[in-house]
């Protein structure tokens, strides 16, 4: 066993790390820095900037565009995003539909989709749920009927994040509803500017409006649009789950948002007039969720020292979207807790950049509220805890 | 031993949860919580007709005579509203105050005129760095011709923007955090140098920054003894902790009953989700926890008139166990609802707020594992 990187891995995390500092605005680093609202601009430069460089797609194979790295370069990759202050590469367009279209898809698909994609030109969104079929994703109900060269689409999604910025949605449809449900499902690429869809925001209990509900009335698709084969759509979200699983754990990201509650304790006073950090009882509460992280850091490098030694990588992923959502959302309670009663006043104002005015109480503890109410999303989303342990009973335990 | 409410109680529990069955829906808190002032003045104006503003203060000033299992029947009915009516604020806190400690001339001045709606009030107690520690007074009160100038700021004053007085905590000897030296002062709203920042709660409520610049009061203003206010503070946010506690309550049996339902009724794969085992014992962890935050808010509730040292205890006790089953029952109630768990039009998030928030209010967990701890130990 050895913990080192080698040279080269180490060498490459010091060309990463210098990108992201050449190349991170200053605008967009102050605004991941202060938990302000990132604007779509704000990630379509950054991706821009990463593409670029040839660096927004690393999971992509070097045919469509990736930059052809190792499995710990990916990883390091990751990391180094994570420990910065960069937006989250939004996943619909490069992790999610880009590897099942260019897996499954037809080469006009290829050919149209994927540099959009990477030139950050198509904005994706992700049709999954609704509001009948939430874990129960198979049992979807949008339906999608062929006529001539067309599918008519009619039917509702929900949780629709962002599409209110997209372009394209990837949707998953009913093509035939007398066989079983997962074998009836299609994967549907839908123009969001197509005639009959109607996009209504859906506000969350933070007060962001992130997520939307989108609506279906006789909209007309182009047949070909259907990536792969009718009634093969759950086989390709299947494997577009599978698929993408650096950065679930989301352990930089973690780290740095650690740092910066010890930051917040530093400032914050105490009961007793000391800092808070010194208070033991939160001094304790942050050693046992860096203790935790630490944990989840080192289990998916084992997973990955294991993937990239040739053993399939197994549902053990789904370990890390439990144990990472659950730390991520032990970090927003220490905030919480940090702030105090400067949690309650509600400023959305605050949250948005070139807000001019003196924050009430510490200027951290705006977020502190909306952030933690809006983490709750997190082992909501994705397929829930509950769904991901059933997942790991059946396929790892055998149970 | 005996937990069931006398008949006038009773009476009182039915009233108020009938006001909140038929006249605070959640649709109508929604349009109550986002109006101006963040309540309405009407259901105020009922509220005083009922009685229910002087169900906890005594007779000689209008009101009913009883006590805290009065104000813990009231605030677990608003629990189930989310009432945003400042009844906390102005009646427990305030009227709790001045009939406490206030001279005859106070009580005289304050009481009635609460009772009957006409007056409310506010207690400004926290400053921007004294976090939970009641004894951290930096604002101060200055002997002026006869009387006092006040100086400082007070955070997170709930109410503060509806209040005709204030009850203000500030320090006439001693150093910043010394538990001597602090006294309480009933100042009017309209002082001059005295300003606010008022802002909305996250958990749909009205709060403001308190400025003191140069407020001058006369003697009679100070409420209680001079220099030693301390313990009438501890005793008065002890009482706080009681009344948030059934309004705590109230919310959490909501989220019960909401999430109950929901389990039975959402359908996937194929059958109600209440049918898989996890669910199941989530929900009766969800129980268990409501259960014993009943009966801690019984318990503080009943021992508010003990020594402060066994009352102290007790509201400690009760904070945390309250802060606990808060935290678990919202969070799950909105795990269990999944994705429109989430959404802002729905219910249960905004319960899941109220209770995140009254976790910050006068002592979160840890603080109060502290203090019972060196009480106990």
């Known amino acids: 066993m050895d913990l080192a990187f080698s040279d080269s891995d180490r060498a490459f995390r010091d060309e990463v790390r210098a990108f992201i500092r050449d190349n991170l605005p200053d605008d967009i680093r102050d605004k991941v820095e202060n938990d302000l609202h990132l604007e779509k601009d704000d990630y379509v430069r950054w991706q821009r900037a990463l593409a670029a460089r040839g660096w927004l797609a690393p999971n992509w194979p070097v045919e469509f565009g990736g930059p052809g790295w190792t499995l710990t370069q990916r990883y390091i990759f990751q990391d180094e995003l994570g420990a910065a202050p960069t937006p989250r590469i939004i996943p619909f367009g490069v992790s999610m539909v880009g590897p099942v279209i260019y897996t499954f898809g037809s080469d006009e698909q290829k050919r149209r989709y994927l540099p959009r994609i990477l030139a950050s030109e198509d904005f994706w969104c992700q049709g999954y749920s609704e509001p009948g079929a939430g874990s129960d994703l198979a049992s979807l109900k949008t339906r999608a009927v062929r006529d001539g060269d067309h599918y008519v689409v009619n039917g509702g999604k929900t949780w629709t994040t962002m599409a209110h910025w997209a372009d394209m949605m990837f949707c998953l449809v009913r093509t035939d509803p007398d066989v079983k449900p997962q074998e009836g499902i299609s994967f549907l690429l839908i123009d969001m500017r197509s005639p009959g869809i109607t996009i209504r925001p859906i506000v969350t209990i933070d007060g962001g409006a992130e997520i939307n509900e989108v609506f279906f009335d006789d909209v007309r698709v182009p047949c070909t649009n259907l990536v792969g084969d009718e009634g093969k759509g759950w086989t390709y979200a299947k494997f577009l789950l599978g698929h993408e699983r650096f950065g679930i754990a989301g352990v930089a990201r973690s780290k740095r948002q650690l740092a910066g509650v010890k930051e917040i304790a530093r400032a914050e006073a105490g009961d007793d007039g000391g800092p808070l950090i010194d208070d033991p009882a939160f001094r304790a509460k942050l050693a046992e969720v860096e203790i935790e992280l630490t944990a989840l850091e080192y289990t998916e490098l084992r997973f990955l020292a294991s993937e990239e030694a040739g053993r399939a990588p197994g549902p053990e992923a789904s370990i890390l979207k439990i144990r990472g959502t659950e730390i991520q959302q032990a970090i927003t309670e220490l905030v919480l807790e940090a702030v105090a009663y400067y949690a309650n006043p509600f400023v959305p104002e605050a949250l948005a950049a070139g807000w001019n005015e003196a924050p009430i109480g510490p200027p951290y503890a705006a977020a502190a509220a909306p952030i933690y109410f809006n983490w709750r999303k997190a082992s909501i989303y994705g397929g829930s805890n509950e769904i991901q342990k059933n997942i790991i009973a059946k396929m790892v335990l055998g149970l | ?377």
Request: net charge negative; charged share 25%.
């Open chain 2, 1 to 377: 031993m005996d937990f069931s409410l006398t008949t006038e109680q009773q009476l009182l529990k039915d009233s108020v949860e009938r006001f909140v069955e038929e006249d605070y829906d959640f649709r109508t808190r929604r349009e109550i919580a986002a109006s101006d002032e963040g309540f309405r003045r009407e259901n105020w104006a009922r509220f005083a007709e009922l009685g229910w503003l002087g169900a906890a203060l005594p007779e000689s000033c209008g009101g009913s005579g009883g006590g805290p299992v009065e104000t813990m029947v009231i605030m677990e009915a608003f629990g189930r509203g989310l009432v945003t009516e400042p009844y906390l604020s102005s009646v427990v806190l305030g009227g709790g105050l001045v009939a406490r400690h206030g001279s005859a001339a106070q009580r005289e001045a304050v009481l009635p005129a609460l009772v009957e709606g006409e007056t409310m009030l506010a207690f400004a107690y926290a400053e921007p760095r004294s976090r939970y520690d009641l004894a951290h007074v930096a604002t101060r009160a200055a002997r002026e011709d006869g009387g006092y100038r006040l100086d400082g700021r007070k955070a997170v004053v709930f109410g503060a923007a509806s209040a005709d007085r204030i009850v203000v905590s500030a320090r006439t000897a001693g150093g910043e955090r010394d538990g001597a030296g602090i006294t309480l002062f009933l100042v009017d709203a309209t002082a001059p140098g005295l300003a606010r920042r008022d802002y909305r709660t996250v958990d749909g409520l009205r709060a403001s920054e308190v400025m003191l610049d140069g407020v001058r009061v006369a003697a009679d203003a100070v409420l209680g003894e001079p220099d030693g206010a301390l313990p009438v503070i501890e005793e008065a946010i002890d009482h706080g902790i009681a009344a948030v506690a059934a309004e705590a309550v109230g919310a959490m049996q909501v989220l019960n009953d909401t999430t109950n339902e929901y389990l039975k009724t959402r359908r996937q794969f194929g059958r109600p989700i209440g049918d898989f085992q996890v669910l199941k014992h989530r929900m009766v962890d969800m129980l268990t926890r409501y259960e014993e935050a009943r009966s801690m808010c019984c318990m503080v509730t009943l021992k508010l008139g003990e020594t402060p040292a066994e009352r102290a205890k007790a509201a400690s006790a009760a904070k945390v166990q309250i802060g606990r089953s808060g935290r678990f029952i919202g969070q799950q109630a909105v795990q269990l609802h999944g994705g429109i768990g989430i959404t802002d039009e729905l219910h249960v998030g905004h319960y899941f707020k109220r209770l995140t928030m009254i976790d910050t209010l006068f002592g979160n967990v840890d603080h109060h594992l502290r203090r019972f701890a060196s009480l106990a130990c």
